[in-house]
């Protein structure tokens, strides 16, 4: 199984950016799709997660400024992130709960990450 990142880039403050995360692999499903962020000398924090669908939660830091969505038939999430503050600069990485076969539990897999930069 690969997760395969991108949409990151250079923007100003007040601007906006659209990650996608797409998995590929041996995958019966997928249980949860979430985006979590590491800034320099920082933990890696979560910025939002959707669980089957349409369950999601969103850290209070980008509340209304960011959206996550998903299209599990294509095993897809996506960050929508507007508003962007340079408090927002970081890698962001995606993370998706795979499950392998029917029965399964799912497995935690990362992406490679994608540099968010907000800065005039």
């Known amino acids: 199984v690969q997760l395969q990142a991108s949409g990151g880039g250079l923007v100003q403050p007040g601007g906006s950016l659209r990650l996608s995360c797409v998995a590929s692999?041996?995958?019966?499903?997928?249980?949860?799709m979430g985006w979590y962020r590491q800034a320099p000398g920082k933990q890696r924090e979560l910025v939002a997660i959707?669980?089957?669908?349409?369950?999601?939660d969103i850290a209070d830091s980008v509340k209304g400024r960011f959206t996550i969505s998903s299209d599990n038939a294509q095993k897809t999430v996506y960050l929508q992130m507007n508003s962007l503050k340079p408090e927002d600069t970081a890698v962001y990485y995606c993370?998706?709960?795979?499950?392998?076969?029917?029965?399964?539990?799912?497995?935690?897999?990362w992406g490679q990450g994608t540099q968010v930069t907000v800065s005039s």
């Open positions: 993370n998706q709960g795979i499950i392998r076969r029917y029965g399964g539990y799912p497995v935690s897999y």
């Open positions: 959707v669980r089957g669908g349409d369950d999601t």
């Open positions: 692999g041996d995958i019966f499903s997928v249980s949860f």
